[in-house]
């Protein structure tokens, strides 16, 4: 008989026994039969094994509590019991046990912050709570609200969207109000993490309401693991701060400062700095500033000595962004009043607003307050919309508009605007609202490059996306398509623009050391920035050499600014560099109850414009998106899931967005681009060609501006070629992949280590990657492709992959180099690229900043100075992968064929990959290859329509 698991795992806890030798022998085969195969038809012999069970269960419940222990004092011992006891519960007879042993793993595991195995661990627990004929709702919701936890502190964004809306209704179904607002805070999450700033709010707020108004009884309800109320405020603060709704930060945050000072609470320390953060990002420094040093102040008397030394660091830093450091405001009675009147617009009780509002207005006047008569002016306005007091509200917000130009007090200018436009848009008098409108968005600029860290710049234009979303709703209905092009620009690629506009004016001989250097700094800002190593001294440092960068590529010549009436002529100039005969551009804008969308088209000097909106809320594309992509990313063993999901996906899209293909149907383009927003970048843009007759390539832009000088480089598609092969040896096909593009191509290269590739891609023509590239969502500047086992590089951007999945800074034993969008960025130049071909997992994958721009694989390349860039948009099916590559090149004048039209090579690649029979792929890929079922097995989008090319077509 085979050695107890029961023993085994007892010699686990006890340190007897390591975890590799534990599942060495518990993974025999005949000791699995012997626990999951008993014989029924001996009597005695079930009991026998029933006995065996029982025992089994028990060791694995004195396993979780060993490990439970030992989870404070040696965590890694807590982590190695709670991975072996996660085998043996495997062997558990019946679903629900199976669950309840997960749960206990789970639960140890997150103790120590393993998150990434507890998500898989959680993952199990759920399928087998839900397979059970017993099933108990109260587990299930508690199962999904620890891998919820678990997903968010791992970072994984993607996973976490498609669960959310699953916790809500479970939570929901089981009476569980307490995990429902729990979901709620998640919702807001997920809402600032994508840049959905109202929707962001809204979530906040509800489950803010809904967690204070649990009862007694709910909060000592077991079955819930329940959050603070002062966590949810300080969550809700910090996103408010960061999204520019800075009224609700400062409500919400003083109330957490008030409840931990009354209740002694050290944790008051970190809220007046939150608190101070808040006054920063809105303009208001000298408050920062008076709020840090209280935080000092009070931080000794509870025990906190390193952390008054960090608020007086931080109040150093604020001080370099004022004229008078030394300057410290005094609090009045109508400061504290003004607090109460945020308070009763956060309640919606209008009426005593405009009361409140109009003493404390008074009286900051009367005291000089220009900061409380700004505040309280933009709550009298919203309260007198609200009240049926149009007039008296629009002359209290234009002075309050006056008085902050006259300080430059530039975003509260741009705030104070957005209120005054919605009092007009609420009143029907758009084009009043439209100047309002134009007038805001030219002070973005100055706003912008006032900013030391790129971090901060999207900070500011997560702030101002209301505002965006204004103009942009406003011009769409107006049928002023360039002012809707040029303002959804800003939104999408500030960044970017800046990066690459010298290239549209000088060329890339003169300007491409600088921009390397110009990114080399955002860069760095952001992510000391976002990691919180960024210090005073460094981000002067860099500052410096940003602006001493910006002085020598003189950006102010034709760039993409917003003064005055300049960026409807610069968009349609770009517009008119882009256009040929038979193409067509489609510009897309995703707010937070709409979708709005241009389509230019004609030739050059003959450009013409249709456009229109559809009704489809953040909240159900966010559900569409998510639901249809898990399904994809979920499904690894036959693709069965994936191959209906991507329909589904077009299906759900096409019912909102049926205006466009029937825009196109009449327009009848050869040539599509498409310029996505936020999330509908995932959606299947090929199923438009499969609509529209006419149409015989698809490509996509990550803007306007980059499509333009996209078309405008001067690429070569022959010459040297570089490829970065599967280094691995687990993807099948991709040596022959390989093959392929050494037949078409000729004079490839394989670097052998990082500085060896960056030097060959600078005189490449093709950059070709077949191995395994990965999309990290918790920073996207660390999502790239293996190239090498070099592991010689050091550096803030220079990362490795080792065996065990984990990505860091230095190597280790087996490890792989990682190519980072960081390094694309930064250190990557390709000033003869005409294509780089990402055959590899996620490669498209991009991740929004707050402000709306995409941040992956494919635009760092194409500022990196690439043409165009083939990759795809979820993971590849390896042997659909390597035939659709092959096909491309056969067809490609870089390759075997005479199509110079990228977009149209990966359209006849698609169609032939669709009608490829089982026999043609297995002759291409060999007889023991491992296809989906079916006489045309890549007959599906889940296969064809993977990659997209993004740049010039």
């Known amino acids: 008989m085979a050695d107890d698991v029961a023993t085994l795992l007892d010699s686990v806890a006890a340190g007897a026994m390591t975890l590799s030798e534990f599942r060495n022998r518990v993974r025999n085969p005949p000791m699995v039969k012997a626990y999951l195969k008993p014989g029924f038809h001996d009597l005695d012999h079930y009991f026998d094994w029933r006995d065996r069970h029982n025992a089994l269960v028990e060791a694995v419940n004195r396993a979780l509590d060993t490990a439970m222990e030992a989870a404070a004092e040696n965590p890694w011992h807590a982590q190695l019991l709670a991975r072996a006891t996660a085998d043996v519960v495997a062997l558990v007879d019946g679903p629900l046990a199976r669950a309840t042993g997960y749960h206990g793993v789970a639960s140890v595991l997150i103790k120590v912050d393993d998150h990434f195995d507890a998500i898989d661990v959680l993952r199990k627990a759920i399928a087998d709570c839900r397979r059970a004929d017993d099933h108990e709702l109260d587990l299930d919701a508690e199962l999904v609200q620890m891998l919820t936890y678990a997903l968010r502190a791992d970072g994984d964004w993607e996973e976490l969207r498609g669960w959310v809306p699953d916790l809500r209704q479970v939570a929901t179904e089981a009476g569980l109000r307490g995990i429902e607002a729990f979901a709620l805070l998640l919702e807001g999450m997920l809402a600032e993490h994508d840049g959905r700033a109202t929707e962001a709010i809204r979530a906040m707020t509800a489950a803010v309401e809904l967690r204070r108004s649990l009862t007694e009884e709910e909060e000592r309800d077991r079955r819930q693991r329940l959050v603070g109320l002062e966590n949810y405020l300080e969550a809700f603060g910090r996103i408010a701060g960061r999204l520019g709704h800075y009224a609700d930060a400062e409500r919400v945050q003083l109330e957490v400062v008030t409840r931990f000072l009354a209740s002694g609470d050290a944790r008051a320390v970190e809220a007046l700095r939150d608190l101070a953060m808040t006054y920063h990002l809105s303009g208001d420094d000298r408050r920062a500033i008076t709020r840090l040093r209280e935080a000092a102040d009070l931080a000794p008397h509870l025990g906190l000595t390193d952390e008054a030394a960090k608020s007086r660091k931080r109040a150093e830093l604020f001080a ?3 004229d008078d450091a030394q300057y410290v405001p005094e609090e009045a009675d109508s400061a504290v009043s003004n607090d109460e009147v945020l308070r009763l617009l956060a309640a919606r009780q209008y009426e005593q607003v405009w009361a409140l509002g109009h003493q404390v207005l008074a009286e900051a006047r009367e005291s000089g307050q220009v900061d409380v008569e700004l505040s309280v002016s933009n709550s009298l306005a919203i309260a007198g919309s609200h009240t049926s007091r149009f007039d008296e509200a629009r002359s209290i917000i234009i002075e309050a ?32 609202a439209i100047t309002v409108l134009d007038g805001a968005i030219a002070l973005i600029p100055q706003i912008w490059h006032a900013a030391k860290t790129s971090h901060h710049r999207q900070e500011m234009l997560a702030g101002l996306a209301g505002l965006l979303d204004l103009h942009a709703h406003t011009m769409v209905r107006a049928e002023d398509h360039p002012s809707f092009i040029a303002v959804t620009e800003l939104a999408r690629s500030r960044n970017t623009t800046e990066w690459v506009l010298e290239e549209l004016n000088y060329g890339a001989e003169k300007t491409e050391p600088l921009l390397r250097q110009l990114r080399a700094v955002d860069v760095e800002l952001e992510l000391r920035d976002i990691g919180g190593t960024l210090t005073s001294a460094r981000m002067n440092e860099l500052a410096g050499q940003r602006s001493a960068l910006l002085r020598e590529l003189d950006p102010s010549a034709g760039s993409l600014t917003l003064e005055g009436t300049n960026y409807e002529l610069t968009t349609r100039r770009a517009l008119r560099a882009t256009a040929r005969a038979g193409s067509a551009v489609l510009v897309l804008y995703a707010d937070t109850d709409y979708v709005s969308w241009s ?19 953040a909240e159900e594309r966010h559900q569409l998106v998510a639901g249809v992509t898990n399904s994809v990313w979920a499904d690894e063993e036959d693709g069965a899931a994936g191959r209906d999901a991507v329909d589904r996906l077009w299906a759900g899209a096409r019912a909102k967005l049926g205006g466009i293909v029937l825009a196109l149907r009449e327009v009848a383009p050869e040539r599509l681009t498409v310029v996505p927003h936020e999330e509908l970048v995932f959606l299947p843009w090929w199923s438009l060609a499969d609509e529209v007759p006419s149409i015989r390539g698809v490509t996509l832009a990550p803007s306007v501006a980059m499509l333009q000088l996209c078309v405008q480089r001067d690429r070569a598609v022959h010459g040297p070629t570089v490829v970065v092969p599967d280094r691995t040896g687990d993807l099948t096909f991709a040596p022959g992949e390989v093959a392929a593009v050494r ?17 060959e891609a600078r005189e490449c023509a093709v950059l070709h990657v077949s191995g395994h590239g990965f999309f990290f969502g918790a920073n996207p500047y660390w999502s790239g492709f293996l190239a090498t086992r070099d592991t010689s590089d050091r550096g803030l951007f220079a990362r490795y992959l080792s065996e065990t999945g984990r990505l860091g800074p230095e190597p280790s034993p087996g490890c792989h180099r990682v190519v980072t969008v960081a390094e694309c960025l930064t250190r990557l130049s390709l000033p003869r690229c005409a294509l780089a071909v990402l055959s590899a997992c996620e490669s498209g994958v991009p991740r929004l900043h707050a402000g709306g721009e995409l941040t992956g694989l494919p635009n760092a390349l194409l500022v990196a100075g690439c043409r165009s860039v083939m990759a795809s948009m979820w993971p590849a099916d390896d042997a659909a992968a390597s035939l659709l590559v092959r096909f491309c090149y056969d067809v ?18 698609r169609t032939r990959l669709r009608r490829t029979t089982r026999e043609e792929a297995l002759a291409a890929l060999g007889p023991h290859a491992l296809l989906p079922p079916g006489d045309h097995p890549f007959n599906a989008r889940l296969y064809t329509d993977v990659f997209h090319v993004f740049g010039a077509p």
Not at 405 to 423: D, H, K, S
């Open 743 to 759: 037949a078409a191509r000729g004079g490839v290269t394989e670097p052998k280590s990082t500085s060896e590739l960056f030097a």
């Open 320 to 322: 370099s962004f004022v």
């Open 401 to 432: 508009i006056r008085i902050a130009n006259l300080g430059r007090r530039y975003r509260l200018t741009v705030n104070l605007c957005r209120t005054l436009a919605q009092l007009y848009i609420d009143h029907d008098r758009h084009l009043d």
């Open 599 to 617: 389509l230019a088209h004609g030739p050059a000097d003959d450009l013409n414009y249709t456009g229109g909106y559809a009704e489809w809320s």
């Open 892 to 909: 490609w004048a870089g390759g075997l064929g005479q199509e110079t039209d990228l977009g149209v090579v990966l359209a006849m690649a």
